[in-house]
């Protein structure tokens, strides 16, 4: 059997009719990641998981049903799989072992996944090209002289060169979607509270999800299903059971309203990304959907927005981080003070400091409500703004990314322009609102680029129509 | 010598009675071996979520109506971010903009103090200081323990009344069931914020702050020494600098800990982890109707309905153990005076000689055991030895009753004090010649004790042997 072009669904489905064992299936996988060892996607490949897929094939065998029976899939270094190293790709968790299962694994065990390894990652998800990594840089799966996006960069790079047939990622303002653009495949930042947090390393937990990179349309929906649903842990997931977002797929788009922002119209001009997105444009009104001009007038300051809230709760969930519990400590420490400062001083990297600085100056008395008030004050106004435009638009389209996948060492010097990266994608961080990332036309070296779908909160369904339209469809103009 | 006010403002920490944590599963429950009780939630391990515990928030609501406390309709928790080894997460879920409770009143003999607000927050694990060669360790059983927080205004003016004060708070949050307040357990602590100004003067003076006392004692001696200290500056021409001070207890003085200048930001903002708490109004009444009544309703039911005296009323209702004992002994045996007698004599003296706080007679016993004393049906001595083996020996009553009852008495009665003397004409002798008569006569009520096994109507008996002794 030809695993190469499988899908996650057809993987499934020929292992539950044992057309391939579970074994089999995941040696395989397993070859593709040490082969493509040089893009440095994966950071572990877990010494069980051969193990795990010689038990899930006797499970399968005496009747075990899941929707993930005998799948191997590929996680984030930020997702606690109990026993198993989770470092966040810093250098600070290197040798941290999960003592418990994030929500997301517990899901995909019971569905009866093989979780094979764990993904590069920017450290504590903080940057857009995973070059943060304190394990060294990921490389684009399509050219490997670019960056793969990040932070979820290795699990996007290891979906594209066919490393596992899904990959978790999480997304706290970019980071499943802009990876996967630039790497031509499909993820998804599903709504807020749509996927339980609990046992995913806090980076920004007002706005970030978990959710999954893969080859395809179908193959998201089918994953997002075992992901979601409300969790006990998880105070902030939404109390209500997953749904099947595959029934929600009709092949049709016929008299949708789709949404162009005016503030869009401006922002693309001269970009590589403009002629995609207004093909992108072209291609729904041709097959029938009504283009709706509409607006979110604050726009832009989304992006300032993001830069004071993620921060502010980023310095408060690391601060846990002091070298005594756990996270490794300083060996030129020569009393407690110098554990914390030393311990800290080498284990968090430069990027990672800079936002836990940002995050304490916002917080600080006399800087709160000029920062951290006004951006919660601003994070309302945009969902306000938004509102009106999902009275008049079941979805609205957004470019993922301004262009191509850049070069590795490109943005590194430059921190400003690394947080452009994010310009289109942090909007539904603040809003909430799930999005999509697919492929959508190409940028001058032939590389991809992506399109956003975005609707309004908890219709993954109606985004999922969408983008299986567009992929189903597009080929063949 | 120049006159001074003292001010005081109170913050006081009470661990809450629930039966797990605040914000995870985890038992509430003290004296476990150290890190034995905790869980991935309550040390703060990487992506661990909190999720309240309503019935800590229920228990605030309670405290704060037992306190005509306005009862916020949306409570918010905060992160409380700041460095301490106990601290697991580096910050500690608490509440500043909208607490739980807002207002309210404890009044005192004298003076109402009034209430800034009473909020919900997690308690933090606890330093164990060792020997050199150990250091200290940290125990983060206590870590997650729902703690509530009251901030009173400075409305109290000297030891004593912060005493009275927080012996109120404390009678208050027992009786209502919110907490158990066992100081030597650190289940109550207390910050004393202290100042002095010129008597009359309407301008605070400048503060100081003592934190984590964890006793009245304490707390009582604290407060004389930091004024007195502060009145001592002031007189000498100095000034009073706004500063944590540490109590020390051993040595009966107040040490300066920290400069206020150089205390920490907290950098508080709402806990992301967290959803706002909607408390409804009928909620807030439902919990209003199930409280139990406060020690100063009981007394007044004592006073006024059972009429018993303002100091037996007082010493009933100190301990909520003990009301909810007189209570139900009332419950069973109508006649609160003769409850109250045996209570504050024969029950109180026990405990007392026992120095515990055990009645080891059931509220049904001793309703029994006063009802057959008002029956006649055993004498009062007798029902205080049965009292007795019941007490020590965890007897049956009624096999008791058995053993003491039917009284001796009347005809039976005078025949045995007949014999009695007919049998002992040397002792006669004795009682007609003797300069201590009383003496004999006591011989002889011990000898028809003896005889009718303590059976016998005391008071007649005396009259008898009186007449026969003639």
Redesign the interface.
């Known amino acids: 059997m030809n695993l190469k072009d499988l899908s996650l669904i057809d993987l499934a489905k020929a292992i539950k009719e044992r057309k391939i064992s579970s074994y089999d299936a995941t040696k395989y996988y397993i070859e593709k990641c040490k082969e493509n060892a040089h893009l440095n996607a994966i950071l572990e490949i877990y010494d069980d998981a051969l193990e795990n897929a010689k038990i899930m094939d006797e499970k399968i065998a005496n009747g075990f049903e899941g929707k993930l029976a005998g799948v191997p899939v590929v996680i984030k270094d930020n997702i606690l799989y109990k026993g198993k190293i989770a470092s966040c790709s810093s250098k600070f968790l290197e040798n941290y072992v999960a003592q418990y299962n994030a929500d997301v694994v517990t899901k995909m065990l019971d569905a009866g996944a093989v979780i094979i390894g764990r993904a590069n990652m920017d450290e504590f998800a903080m940057g857009s090209s995973t070059e943060n990594s304190a394990f060294g840089i990921t490389k684009n799966a399509l050219d490997e002289s670019r960056v793969p996006g990040g932070s979820s960069g290795g699990s996007a790079c290891a979906v594209a060169a066919g490393m596992c047939p899904v990959a978790l990622g999480t997304d706290t303002g970019g980071s499943i979607r802009q990876p996967s653009s630039y790497n031509g495949v499909v993820g998804i930042k599903p709504t807020y509270g749509r996927v339980s947090r609990y046992g995913v390393v806090a980076f920004a937990s007002s706005i970030e999800q978990v959710g999954p990179i893969t080859k395809n349309v179908k193959d998201n929906a089918y994953m997002l299903e075992v992901l979601s649903g409300g969790s006990e842990h998880d105070e902030t997931s939404l109390k209500m059971d997953s749904c099947n977002f595959l029934l929600q797929i009709k092949g049709d788009i016929k008299g949708l309203k789709v949404g162009v922002l005016k503030e869009i119209e401006d922002a693309v001009k001269g970009l590589e990304v403009e002629k995609a997105y207004n093909d992108a444009k072209e291609f729904l009104a041709n097959n029938g959907a009504q283009i709706i001009e509409t607006s979110i007038p604050d726009f832009k300051l989304a992006l300032p927005c993001y830069y004071i809230i993620a921060p502010a709760e980023a310095t408060s969930n690391l601060g846990r981080f002091d070298g005594v519990k756990y996270s490794k400590r300083s060996q030129n420490a020569k009393d407690v003070d110098e554990i914390y400062i030393k311990s800290r001083s080498e284990g968090f990297g430069k990027e990672v400091k800079r936002r836990i600085m940002l995050g304490n100056f916002v917080l600080s008395s006399g800087y709160f409500d000029a920062y951290y008030n006004k951006a919660k004050k601003l994070q309302q106004k945009l969902k306000n703004e938004a509102k009106t435009v999902f009275e008049k638009c079941d979805v609205f389209i957004l470019p993922t990314t301004t262009g191509e996948a850049f070069k590795i060492g490109e943005k590194m010097g430059d921190p400003v322009s690394m947080y452009k990266e994010d310009l289109f994608t942090i909007l539904t961080n603040i809003l909430g609102t799930p999005s999509i990332s697919i492929p959508f036309g190409k940028g001058k070296n032939g590389l991809p680029l992506g399109l956003q779908i975005i609707a309004d909160n908890l219709n993954e369904g109606v985004i999922y129509n969408v983008a299986d339209f567009i992929e189903q469809n597009l080929r063949e103009v | 010598m120049q006159d001074f006010d003292i001010v005081i403002g109170l913050e006081v920490h009470s661990e809450l009675k629930t039966n797990s944590k605040v914000f995870c599963s985890c038992a509430n429950k003290f004296g476990q071996a150290p890190n034995t009780n905790c869980c ?1 939630v309550c ?10 515990n309503k019935k800590a928030v229920e228990l605030v609501i309670k405290a704060g109506l037992t306190m005509d406390c306005e009862i916020n309709d949306l409570a918010v928790f905060e ?1 409380k ?1 700041y ?1 301490y ?1 106990d601290l ?4 500690q879920i608490s509440q500043l903009v909208r607490p739980i409770c807002i207002g309210g009143h404890i009044d005192l003999k004298d003076k109402s103090v009034r209430l800034n607000r009473i909020h919900l927050e997690e308690d933090a694990g606890k330093l164990v200081h060792g020997t050199q060669a150990i250091g200290t360790l940290i125990d983060y059983n206590r870590g997650g323990v729902p703690l509530m927080e009251l901030v009173t205004e400075p409305d109290i003016s000297s030891a004593e009344e912060a005493v009275e004060f927080l012996t109120n708070l404390r009678q208050k949050l027992i009786y209502a069931g919110v907490a158990e307040c066992k100081m030597e357990q650190g289940g109550m602590r207390c910050d004393v914020n202290v100042s002095v100004k010129p008597k009359g003067s309407d301008k605070l003076g400048q503060r100081t702050e003592m934190k984590n006392l964890n006793s009245f004692k304490s707390v009582f001696r604290a407060i004389n020494y930091e004024a007195n200290r502060q009145m001592e500056v002031l007189r000498n021409g100095g000034k009073i600098i706004q500063e944590t001070r540490k109590w020390d207890d051993n040595h009966g003085k107040s040490i300066s800990m920290r400069k206020k200048e150089t205390s920490s ?1 907290y ?3 709402p806990d ?4 706002a708490v909607e408390i409804p109004r009928e909620d807030v009444e439902t919990i209003k109707k199930s409280l139990p009544l406060m020690p100063d309703q009981l007394k007044s039911i004592y006073m006024n309905e059972y009429g018993l005296s303002e100091y037996e009323s007082d010493i009933l209702t100190k301990d909520k153990e003990l009301s909810d004992y007189f209570n139900e002994v009332v419950e069973h045996f109508n006649n609160p005076k003769e409850v109250t007698n045996w209570i504050l004599t024969e029950v109180l003296n026990r405990i007392k000689d026992e120095e515990s706080a055990e009645i080891k007679i059931s509220p049904c016993d001793l309703a029994k055991l006063l009802k057959l004393v008002e029956d006649k049906k055993v004498t009062r001595t007798n029902a205080k030895e049965m009292l007795t083996r019941i007490w020590e020996n965890d007897e049956n009553i009624s096999s008791l009753e058995k053993e003491y009852g039917g009284r001796v008495d009347g005809e039976e009665l005078k025949s045995i004090v007949e014999k009695i003397i007919a049998n002992n004409s040397k002792a006669v002798e004795d009682y007609h010649t003797s300069d201590t008569p009383e003496k004999v006569f006591r011989w002889f009520t011990g000898q028809v004790m003896k005889e009718t096994k303590g059976k016998a109507n005391a008071q007649k008996a005396e009259e008898y042997i009186k007449e026969l002794l003639k």
């Open positions: 991935p040390v703060g391990l990487p992506g661990a979520l909190p999720v309240l992160r971010n460095f080894p697991a997460k580096a910050y930001d950098r508080y903002f992301p982890d967290l959803l």
